[in-house]
């Protein structure tokens, strides 16, 4: 949710989509809102306009996440000048402007800061219609779930960095994150989508669970639907998993009930994602026309699961 701000007027700041991400949200008027997120991240690939890619498509996440359309942003640079030359920082920030081109947004400045450990990201101001914003608290009842990404990205550039990731794996891994959620979002909102959030850091559990909460709905979650990307449940099973993926799971096992699944298909759900898809509940006749449209735009999304009524939380089955 939004961390409410002093302001001279209150009324104007509306509640934003995520517990686990800063985002602000500013009515102008009737038509128009203002949303405005950060994020920045450290390398997850060698190839420094890839990881600028990447950061700048998980910094923007936020703002289609809430249903908005980005409008600029500020680049957010950590760099190590001792170590890393400059000429390095200047293919990341082209990868971020690669994004910016794809997303229709205007890279307007930004601020750097000496740092030993490299890290790069964007402030994101985008528009959205204060009536038509995609919030965490926006689930039904008798909904069906759709998630826009595959999962396993967590596990994947946990094994690239130990060398054990195919090239094939990685390659899916990169082209998921550089993926935006432009189409996810336009998808949603067209369907009358009213409950919604992008999954990264704190996973599919952790941010579809805080969604339930926020909602007072409860989730049942199919497993066998939930798409992974390739290798992902291998490397799992042979105990390539992020830390992040494991406090992830110990902080959702408060609100999730895992039945017969075992800690590896836990942790496959926890997996904390970088610029994941978006998860969204929807009524079940717009489904099936929202993932033809989906899978017509190469993104590999599924109906994972259900809304219901019982008590607030996620139920595996």
């Given at each position: 949710?939004?961390?409410?701000?002093?302001?001279?007027?209150?009324?104007?700041?509306?509640?934003?989509?995520?517990?686990?991400?800063?985002?602000?949200?500013?009515?102008?008027?009737?038509?128009?809102?203002?949303?405005?997120?950060?994020?920045?991240?450290?390398?997850?690939?060698?190839?420094?306009?890839?990881?600028?890619?990447?950061?700048?498509?998980?910094?923007?996440?936020?703002?289609?996440?809430?249903?908005?359309?980005?409008?600029?942003?500020?680049?957010?640079?950590?760099?190590?000048?001792?170590?890393?030359?400059?000429?390095?920082?200047?293919?990341?920030?082209?990868?971020?402007?690669?994004?910016?081109?794809?997303?229709?947004?205007?890279?307007?400045?930004?601020?750097?800061?000496?740092?030993?450990?490299?890290?790069?990201?964007?402030?994101?101001?985008?528009?959205?219609?204060?009536?038509?914003?995609?919030?965490?608290?926006?689930?039904?009842?008798?909904?069906?779930?759709?998630?826009?990404?595959?999962?396993?990205?967590?596990?994947?550039?946990?094994?690239?960095?130990?060398?054990?990731?195919?090239?094939?794996?990685?390659?899916?891994?990169?082209?998921?994150?550089?993926?935006?959620?432009?189409?996810?979002?336009?998808?949603?909102?067209?369907?009358?989508?009213?409950?919604?959030?992008?999954?990264?850091?704190?996973?599919?559990?952790?941010?579809?669970?805080?969604?339930?909460?926020?909602?007072?709905?409860?989730?049942?979650?199919?497993?066998?639907?939930?798409?992974?990307?390739?290798?992902?449940?291998?490397?799992?099973?042979?105990?390539?998993m992020p830390g992040g993926s494991k406090r992830n799971l110990t902080w959702a096992l408060d609100f999730v009930e895992v039945g017969a699944h075992d800690e590896v298909h836990q942790l496959l759900l926890a997996d904390a994602q970088t610029s994941g898809g978006l998860v969204f509940g929807v009524d079940p006749s717009e489904t099936a026309g929202i993932l033809a449209e989906l899978a017509a735009t190469g993104h590999q999304a599924a109906c994972i699961g259900t809304t219901g009524s019982g008590t607030?939380?996620?139920?595996?089955?």
């Amino acid at each position: 949710m939004v961390r409410h701000l002093n302001s001279a007027h209150p009324d104007r700041l509306l509640v934003g989509p995520d517990t686990g991400d800063d985002a602000a949200v500013w009515r102008l008027d009737d038509e128009r809102a203002l949303v405005s997120t950060a994020d920045f991240i450290t390398p997850v690939v060698d190839d420094a306009r890839t990881w600028g890619r990447v950061a700048a498509a998980n910094s923007v996440s936020d703002i289609y996440a809430m249903g908005g359309r980005p409008l600029f942003a500020l680049n957010l640079v950590g760099w190590n000048t001792d170590k890393l030359p400059t000429s390095l920082l200047g293919e990341v920030l082209a990868g971020g402007q690669d994004i910016a081109d794809e997303a229709g947004f205007v890279i307007a400045g930004g601020h750097t800061i000496d740092d030993p450990e490299p890290k790069y990201g964007m402030a994101v101001t985008g528009e959205a219609h204060p009536d038509r914003l995609l919030t965490n608290a926006g689930l039904r009842t008798g909904q069906d779930i759709v998630l826009t990404k595959a999962l396993g990205v967590g596990v994947l550039t946990t094994a690239i960095k130990n060398g054990r990731a195919a090239e094939e794996q990685a390659d899916a891994a990169v082209a998921s994150m550089v993926r935006l959620n432009d189409v996810a979002a336009r998808l949603a909102l067209a369907a009358g989508v009213t409950g919604c959030t992008d999954v990264t850091g704190f996973g599919l559990l952790g941010h579809l669970g805080r969604m339930a909460l926020e909602s007072a709905v409860s989730v049942a979650i199919e497993f066998d639907a939930v798409p992974f990307l390739p290798g992902a449940v291998d490397l799992a099973a042979d105990g390539v998993m992020p830390g992040g993926s494991k406090r992830n799971l110990t902080w959702a096992l408060d609100f999730v009930e895992v039945g017969a699944h075992d800690e590896v298909h836990q942790l496959l759900l926890a997996d904390a994602q970088t610029s994941g898809g978006l998860v969204f509940g929807v009524d079940p006749s717009e489904t099936a026309g929202i993932l033809a449209e989906l899978a017509a735009t190469g993104h590999q999304a599924a109906c994972i699961g259900t809304t219901g009524s019982g008590t607030p939380g996620i139920t595996l089955r």
